[in-house]
């Protein structure tokens, strides 16, 4: 019993850390378009990544744990709720929106380890995938929610 309620813990852990992580990221993205040149607001903005990054493997982690380790319920469960499917392309959505700011941000602390100017990026465009991924991330729990409770979607 205690294992499940810490996983269950530690996935919601998961989820209040990527809305806090990736809320506080787009307000960094929003800095760095006032002021490019803003090197502390870029500091921030890697910070918030790197908590963005552990939360969405913590939350994967668990959520995998949750469902195939049959803690609580079966897998079988989870692989015939429609919800269950729905919760799982939304977090696939989320990754995929998350390829070009990974990327982007990879390239920025390349460019800063070897002391250079990080490479110009559409910080537009980075700000729209980062408010994206923040509503669907807000989404998610509900769908989750309806799921856990034995919703059934088909």
Same mark, same amino acid.
Request: proline letters at 2%; aromatic letters at 2%; hydrophobic letters at 55%.
């Given at each position: 019993? @205690?294992? +499940?309620?810490?996983? =269950? *813990? !530690?996935? $919601? !852990?998961? $989820?209040? @850390?990527? @809305?806090?992580?990736?809320?506080? &990221?787009? @307000? &960094?993205? +929003? #800095?760095?378009?006032?002021?490019? =040149? /803003? =090197?502390?607001? &870029? #500091?921030? !903005?890697?910070? *918030? /990544?790197? $908590?963005w990054g552990i939360s969405a493997l913590l939350f994967l982690a668990t959520g995998l744990a949750r469902a195939f380790g049959r803690l609580e319920k079966t897998p079988d469960f989870y692989l015939r709720n429609g919800f269950f499917w729905v919760k799982m392309s939304l977090f696939v959505l989320v990754l995929l929106l998350e390829i070009l700011p990974m990327v982007t941000f990879l390239r920025w602390r390349l460019a800063a380890a070897r002391s250079a100017a990080p490479a110009a990026a559409k910080l537009s465009t980075l700000i729209a995938l980062n408010d994206a991924e923040t509503a669907l991330v807000c989404v998610i729990p509900f769908v989750a929610a309806l799921m856990a409770r034995g919703a059934w979607l088909f």
């Open positions: 019993m @205690l294992l +499940r309620a810490a996983l =269950s *813990a !530690l996935h $919601v !852990l998961a $989820v209040a @850390l990527a @809305l806090g992580s990736i809320f506080a &990221r787009g @307000l &960094r993205l +929003r #800095e760095l378009r006032r002021d490019p =040149s /803003d =090197s502390r607001a &870029r #500091e921030r !903005l890697l910070r *918030a /990544d790197n $908590v």
